[in-house]
């Protein structure tokens, strides 16, 4: 899933407090917000943004290609069953601690009617000059900028980091996915590698992972094939097995899952596995990307 300044967003929670904040953030990166929703209060503005009681309401005065969430755990379900009724097909929920039968019920009806989900818990995405949706700090010059570098991360602020790093060392993005930390997701590493292997603006891809799950590792098999380069950090490395660490995703059981399981598929598929974030900006001009500028302060 990727974004573009075009595209007709609605923000599901916008009379929330979170809700503006960021809307007034989005926008203030290219974002066409056409519409906010929240039950009951229909008939607002929040900042010249009109407000619906629904995404099915809204979606009767003029078509909505994409939603984003910021509503509770419990009413996440339903707020996902509105946007895929309401015709939406991008779909970025922010939410945590969603139940997972919820997580695999919106899932599969997104499936259903061909509509993709980013999350649950992501940061969302970021498409530097064009639009961002979510929560990422996409304002921030020293963070996001135009350029020809795919990041894709299960975790926000390790993919901040990671931006700013690539930024300091003279790159800029083509775009930003954040998947989101939740064992059972919308959007997997695979899915977020393909889109920006076939994505014209991108020349190579960044690959921020974690321990836990096996995403990275089902990911590698596509990987093998690419013809852009890849280069990934798993972190987490040094926890011990069988501990949760941060997002409810990052617990290793068994053999796959680990960090150096991750390591040892990614780097038998042909991606250039570092050890720190600060080593991704060398790792890519090591296979054959140049900066955009020689130094940024």
Same mark, same amino acid.
């Given at each position: 899933?990727?974004?573009?300044?075009?595209? $007709?967003?609605?923000?599901?929670?916008?009379?929330? /407090?979170?809700?503006?904040?960021?809307?007034?953030?989005?926008?203030?990166?290219?974002?066409?917000?056409?519409?906010?929703?929240?039950?009951?209060?229909?008939?607002?503005?929040?900042?010249? @943004? +009109?407000?619906?009681?629904?995404?099915?309401?809204?979606?009767?005065?003029? +078509? &909505?290609?994409?939603?984003?969430?910021?509503?509770?755990?419990?009413?996440?379900?339903?707020?996902?069953?509105?946007?895929?009724?309401?015709?939406? /097909?991008?779909?970025?929920?922010? !939410?945590?601690?969603?139940?997972?039968?919820?997580?695999?019920?919106?899932?599969?009806?997104?499936?259903?009617?061909?509509?993709?989900?980013?999350?649950?818990?992501?940061?969302?995405?970021? @498409?530097?000059?064009?639009?961002?949706? *979510?929560?990422?700090?996409? !304002?921030?010059?020293?963070?996001?900028?135009?350029?020809?570098?795919?990041? &894709?991360?299960?975790?926000?602020?390790?993919?901040?980091?990671?931006?700013?790093?690539?930024?300091?060392?003279?790159?800029?993005?083509? =775009?930003?996915?954040?998947?989101?930390?939740?064992?059972?997701?919308?959007? !997997?590493? &695979?899915?977020?590698?393909?889109?920006?292997?076939?994505?014209?603006?991108?020349?190579?891809?960044?690959?921020?992972?974690?321990?836990?799950?096996?995403?990275?590792?089902?990911?590698?098999?596509?990987?093998?094939?690419?013809?852009?380069?890849?280069?990934?950090?798993?972190?987490?490395?040094? =926890? +011990?097995?069988?501990? $949760?660490? *941060?997002?409810?995703?990052?617990?290793? !059981? *068994?053999?796959?899952?680990?960090?150096?399981?991750?390591? /040892?598929? &990614?780097?038998?598929?042909?991606?250039?596995?570092?050890?720190?974030?600060?080593?991704?900006?060398?790792?890519?001009?090591?296979?054959?990307? $140049?900066?955009?500028?020689?130094?940024?302060?």
């Amino acid at each position: 899933m990727l974004i573009k300044g075009s595209d $007709r967003v609605i923000v599901q929670g916008m009379t929330g /407090r979170q809700g503006r904040f960021w809307a007034d953030r989005m926008r203030q990166c290219g974002t066409t917000i056409v519409a906010g929703s929240s039950p009951g209060k229909g008939g607002q503005e929040v900042d010249g @943004v +009109p407000i619906f009681d629904s995404v099915q309401d809204a979606a009767a005065t003029g +078509p &909505l290609d994409a939603s984003v969430l910021f509503v509770p755990p419990l009413a996440a379900a339903d707020a996902v069953l509105d946007a895929i009724a309401g015709g939406v /097909r991008k779909i970025v929920l922010l !939410t945590e601690h969603i139940p997972y039968q919820d997580t695999m019920r919106v899932i599969a009806e997104a499936n259903d009617a061909g509509a993709q989900i980013l999350g649950p818990n992501t940061a969302g995405l970021v @498409v530097p000059g064009e639009a961002a949706v *979510g929560i990422m700090p996409g !304002t921030a010059t020293n963070i996001f900028r135009p350029g020809r570098i795919g990041v &894709l991360s299960r975790s926000g602020s390790l993919g901040t980091l990671v931006c700013l790093n690539l930024v300091s060392d003279g790159f800029g993005q083509s =775009a930003f996915l954040g998947i989101g930390g939740d064992p059972i997701l919308g959007t !997997t590493t &695979l899915d977020a590698v393909r889109t920006l292997d076939e994505d014209p603006g991108t020349d190579a891809v960044v690959l921020v992972g974690e321990i836990g799950g096996v995403m990275e590792e089902d990911a590698a098999a596509y990987i093998e094939h690419m013809t852009k380069p890849v280069v990934a950090f798993i972190a987490g490395r040094s =926890a +011990p097995p069988n501990t $949760r660490m *941060g997002h409810a995703g990052a617990i290793v !059981t *068994g053999n796959r899952g680990s960090g150096e399981s991750k390591v /040892r598929a &990614l780097t038998q598929a042909g991606a250039t596995v570092v050890d720190l974030p600060s080593q991704i900006g060398a790792a890519l001009e090591s296979a054959g990307q $140049r900066p955009l500028v020689s130094n940024v302060a």
